[in-house]
């Protein structure tokens, strides 16, 4: 496995490899199997799996969370290469954006200024959009992998790529998840083991949502309340709760295109996000299993 640190030498590493499929797993570290299930759906079709290990620090809205985000490299290259990586890129700040960076991508519109945009504030998306444009753009992968937990960001991203016209297709892969059914974070370390339990309200609120509209329910309040009643079982209070259009992110009064039912609340002091994909007549996630979720036992 090769590990590259500057741009220069990302390219040389990539140049001898560009006559078959090269495909792109952008990551933060604190490599978890939710990304390593990128991985793996990465190296079923190409010849080269990239992933790049870089805490993005212009999407970040508090200098505090990003000092507390994880770091530890040896043990994410060591996963990386159990996992059959061929080359990791692990660059700098500084090489990112070095001395007189002064371009930002920018995508207008509530797609960016919506629940994430709104909570963590327009520049989060600035970040995002800017850093994926730049890998995206290093890399010239022919396929991008991102997981389907962050709905909000993976709508950016297939924004960026359609309106800049970056060759590279994006891949969503359903979300991962552990056993009782959480959305595998790396922020779940940080959950206490009652918090731990709290937190499984939000798969069972959304396979509550998911179930109603199987069973024939379009209306988005209804949906909304269905899966609050999950949340206030547990005594959950989200910072939204809404059932979204997939590529636009604006609100849906009903199930008439397809859409997300995303949720972002606070469990202790650890804020998750997730979300089911819904669709008019059928429901695509893999929340839906035959996979029981814990009930909130202790919970108050």
Known sequence: MIVATTLAELRSALAPRRDAPIAVVPTMGALHEGHLSLVTAARARAATVVLTIFVNPTQ????ADLDAYPRALD???AKAGAAG????FAPTAAEMYPTGFATTVSIAGPLTETFEGAVRGRAHFDGVATIVSKLLLAVLADTA?????DAQQVAVVRRLVRDLGIPTEIVVVPTSRDDDGLARSSRNVRLTPADRVRALALPRALAAAARAVADGEQDAAALRAIAAHELDAAG???DYLAVVDS???AELDRLDRDA?????ARVGAVRLLDNVVLAPVTVSSDILDDRPVAAPTGSP
């Open 60 to 63: 970040f809205t508090e200098q």
């Open 75 to 77: 043990d994410d290259l």
């Open 85 to 88: 990586v061929d080359v990791v």
């Open 145 to 149: 992998y991102f997981g389907q937990k």
């Open 236 to 238: 959950l209070t989200p």
């Open 247 to 249: 590529d636009g992110f």
């Open 260 to 264: 997300v039912l995303v949720v972002a």
